[in-house]
Structures are given as C-alpha cells and as structure tokens.
C-alpha cells in the first residue's frame, strides 16, 4: 500500500489541486465576463455531480466485473454508495437543482463544509481508505482505475464548495451550523439503519458499525457511545470552523474593499 505523503501521494495531490485551480479560475471568469448568475451556478454544480455519478458507474462496473471485490456478477454491498463522501452524490443534486428550494438551502451547509472537512481529512491521510491503490505511479494502467476514480470524484467535493463560496452562490451564516448538524445526523441515522438492514454485508457506511479505517474504531468494543460521540465533534467541529472562517474571511474582505 503507498504511504501517506510518498511520492504517488504528493503527485496526486499536486495535480488534483492544480486541475481545481485551472477550473475554478474558468469557470470563475466565464461567470464574471458574462455575467452569470445563480442558473449558470446550480449548472456548474449539477453537471460536476453527473460527473461524479459517471465515475461512481466506472467503479461499479469494475467492482462487478473483477474478483478483487467478491465473485465476479456481484456487487459489494459494503461498497454502495452511502459513505459519508458518497453523500456528496445526492447533496449536489438538491444543491443544484434548477429551481431553488428550502431543502437546498438546508443540505448547502452540509454540501459546503461536512463535504470539505470530511474531503479534505481524505486526501490529507489517503491510506486510512486505500484510495491510492497498490500502484506507485499514477501511470495509465489497468490498476489505476480505481485511484483515479477515488482521486476526482474527491477533487470534485473539493471543487464544488470552493466554487459555490467564491462565485457568492453561498453565503454562510452562523444558523448553518444547526442545519449543517441536522443533515449530517439525518445522514448518519439512515446510513446506520442501513448497516444494521445489510447485517453480514460488511456494510459499514460512514463508519459507523465497524469503524474501518477510523483511528477511534478501538471504542466501539467497550464504549461505542464515545465513539459515536467523537465522530460528532470532530464532524460538527470540523464543519463549524469551516463555516467560521468562512464567514470570517468574507468579513475581512468585505471591509477590506470597502476601504478602497
């Protein structure tokens, strides 16, 4: 397995980051010379989830096909879609509806800083998950899919919260921290009923049954309630410093320009 910060690891990020950047940066200055507005935004953020669920059928499809994930004609249930960066997948599509509603602006928060935080723990550790596979290159091979696949899927929940603050789609506010938490424990509870629906599937969607790939996972023999506590700090933690410092820079912009 390639450690974390080894040179597949560091590649990687360097060009994920930069292929964000350069599309941002584009993106951006269509939105501005055109002037663009909230329907070219809900399009960006639509069409980056197709994106993402075009990727999300080339790993289907290869789980299915090779017995590296089961018998071949099978799909692994504990590989469905229903991790916590899967999330991703049906919260940009309510962000980026055509038409604006009040459930959109409460799955915002989560899509904007769970989805970050979350993403961004991902990439920083990518050995927790396995994300980089057993290749040491990013070369262009049979063995790569997988890594590749994992690897823009999560620049996409990278992409889509950095977009939607820098083009003013999302102004965070204080109140999203509450409904940021609502989702995530919305998220959480229909993803452990699930794990608990799938029992001897090895479904262990957000973590939450077995803890694989969680440093904390040793807490679910003897005080799973830690646990479970643990995960709700670090996550709503996480996400209110996001939106903190968000909502913080905006501010220090705003006032800065102002004095221009």
């Given at each position: ?28 200055s ?39 994930y ?7 249930l ?8 899967s999330m ?42 396995g ?19 994992t ?87 996480g996400?209110a ?15 800065i320009?102002?004095?221009?």
């Amino acid at each position: 397995m390639n450690p974390n910060f080894g040179p597949k690891h560091i590649v990687g990020l360097i060009w994920l980051l930069s292929l964000i950047v350069v599309m941002l940066i584009l993106l951006l200055s269509v939105r501005k010379k055109f002037k663009l507005g909230e329907k070219f935004d809900r399009a960006v953020i639509r069409y980056t989830c197709y994106f993402m669920w075009a990727w999300e059928i080339v790993k289907s499809v290869r789980m299915i096909n090779f017995e590296d994930y089961g018998p071949i004609g099978t799909y692994p249930l504990w590989m469905a879609p229903f991790h916590i960066c899967s999330m991703g997948l049906y919260a940009y599509l309510i962000i980026g509806s055509k038409k604006e509603s009040k459930l959109a602006e409460w799955v915002k928060p989560f899509g904007y800083a769970v989805m970050m935080i979350v993403t961004s723990i991902i990439l920083i550790i990518p050995n927790s998950s396995g994300i980089l596979g057993t290749v040491d290159n990013w070369k262009l091979v049979f063995e790569n899919i997988l890594p590749y696949q994992t690897w823009l899927y999560h620049g996409c929940l990278l992409f889509v919260p950095f977009y939607m603050v820098l083009s003013g789609f999302y102004r965070p506010r204080w109140s999203d921290i509450y409904k940021g938490a609502t989702v995530l424990a919305v998220v959480a509870v229909f993803a452990q009923t699930l794990n608990y629906v799938l029992e001897g599937s090895g479904a262990d969607y957000m973590t939450l049954r077995y803890g694989n790939g969680n440093p904390f996972a040793f807490l679910l023999v003897d005080t799973p309630i830690l646990y479970y506590l643990l995960l709700a700090v670090v996550a709503v933690g996480g996400m209110a410093v996001v939106i903190a410092v968000t909502i913080g820079v905006r501010a220090l912009a705003e006032k800065i320009a102002q004095k221009k």
